[in-house]
């Protein structure tokens, strides 16, 4: 299991390989890559700050969870910091396990996780000026499903 909080980018090819690397007791592997996206056609970045140790720890400690509910070979996440232009990969979350549902409802409880209790302070820059990212209702509303 591992769980990485990096500025540079990844390649995700790469990346599952190395999960999957020599393991013939994986037999699903689900991935979720998300990109910085411009909704409204002004963005021109998305700034992401974070406490370094707090962050990774709060990391480690979904992942940990994630493991436990559910039955997985491996799983990998890394989210990034720092500037981030529209379509620029943000973070990368990845479960293997022996069955796919597994590995699908742990990434999607990641994912959920992730989105709304992961420490990170984002700030969008735009045409206009630049503004903190407040929290979303909806992103609430779906942690609680789990």
């Known amino acids: 299991m591992v769980s990485r909080v990096q500025e540079a980018d990844f390649d995700v090819g790469s990346e599952l390989a190395a999960l999957r690397a020599g393991r013939v007791d994986i037999g699903a592997l689900v991935n979720f890559t998300g990109l910085v996206r411009d909704t409204g056609g002004d963005l021109l970045a998305l700034e992401l700050e974070h406490y370094p140790g707090m962050t990774l720890k709060a990391l480690q400690k979904i992942e940990a969870e994630a493991v436990a509910r559910w039955d997985l070979q491996a799983c990998l996440v890394i989210h990034r910091y720092g500037r981030l232009e529209p379509g620029e990969q943000i973070m990368m979350v990845a479960t293997a396990s022996a069955h796919r549902k597994a590995a699908f409802e742990a990434a999607d409880f ?37």
Do not use: I
């Open 110 to 146: 990641l994912m959920d996780f992730l989105k709304s209790r992961a420490p990170f302070w984002k700030k969008e820059h735009t045409q206009a000026g630049s503004d903190w990212v407040a929290a979303k209702a909806a992103d609430e509303n779906a942690l609680n499903r789990w």
